[in-house]
């Protein structure tokens, strides 16, 4: 049986009840494989931010199953006691804002998550800098996140979406606020790093200029998902 990084079956959500209930997802089944880089689109209300809550444990399906490599997460009810652990170990989240915190170094900014998991100061940083170095920001180390361009902040952001090498990463609009070649860049390095890391990487966009580099493409509409094959790496491969 192929293991997916990231796997559900059957997932809904409805907020509210009776007259008033809002059906947000119709049992939906997606599986994404480790080292697999998908994109998530559809118009506004369609699901996507509630879709990706429920993937990232931030709020509760209504129904249906979810499994993160073979552990089973959710099976209409959490499966697992601590969600705050799970989100911090298996999922790493890219906003469309980098949310840097303005006050301390980029590099700072990266090993803060290793270090509220247990590692010390030094080994944080260690681990922080290789990846910096992975994502080519580490000349970048030690400015403030106010001297970086939106490019870098965005890699930043990957990296401390990264830094405890998650299985998942679900990324929310990453490339909204660059440009195409930004964009692009963007992109590839999260494709790379999903290789590299055999990490399953959800990308939700409205951005037309990453839409073609996805192999797979998940299309949301009042709840319900439908899959399209894209160029992926080779669209990639020819910008
Ligand atoms: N907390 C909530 N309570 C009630 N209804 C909600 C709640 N959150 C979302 N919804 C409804 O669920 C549906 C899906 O919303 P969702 O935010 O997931 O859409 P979206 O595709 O992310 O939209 P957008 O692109 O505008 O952010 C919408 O009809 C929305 O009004």
């Known amino acids: 049986m192929q293991q997916y990084g990231i796997q559900i079956s059957g997932l809904s959500k409805t907020f509210g009840r009776g007259d008033t209930a809002v059906h947000a997802l119709k049992q939906i089944n997606m599986q994404i494989a480790p080292g697999e880089v998908v994109g998530l689109i559809g118009p506004s209300g369609s699901g996507k931010s509630t879709l990706l809550k429920c993937l990232g444990a931030i709020i509760e399906p209504s129904a249906g ?3 993160i490599g073979d552990q089973l997460i959710y099976d209409n009810a959490w499966k697992i006691s601590d969600l705050r652990a799970l989100r911090r170990d298996k999922i790493g989240f890219v906003f469309q804002s980098p949310y840097l915190i303005p006050f301390l170094t980029t590099l700072d900014n990266v090993a803060l998550l290793p270090m509220l998991a247990g590692k010390n100061n030094k080994e944080a940083r260690q681990l922080a800098l290789d990846l910096l170095t992975v994502l080519q920001v580490e000349h ?29 990463i679900l990324a929310d609009e990453p ?51 439908y899959e399209e094959q894209g160029e992926g790496r080779s669209f990639l491969e020819k910008t």
């Open 140 to 168: 970048r180390a030690h400015a403030l996140p106010s001297r970086l361009s939106g490019g870098e902040q965005q890699r930043i952001a990957i990296a401390r979406g990264l830094i405890n090498r998650p299985p998942v």
């Open 65 to 67: 199953q979810m499994h």
């Open 175 to 225: 490339t909204a606020a660059l440009d195409s070649v930004r964009a692009l860049t963007v992109i590839k390095t999260l494709n790379e790093i999903a290789r590299d890391y055999k990490t399953a990487v959800i990308v939700v966009t409205h951005d037309d200029k990453i839409i073609p580099t996805f192999k797979r493409l998940y299309h949301i509409r009042d709840g319900v998902t």
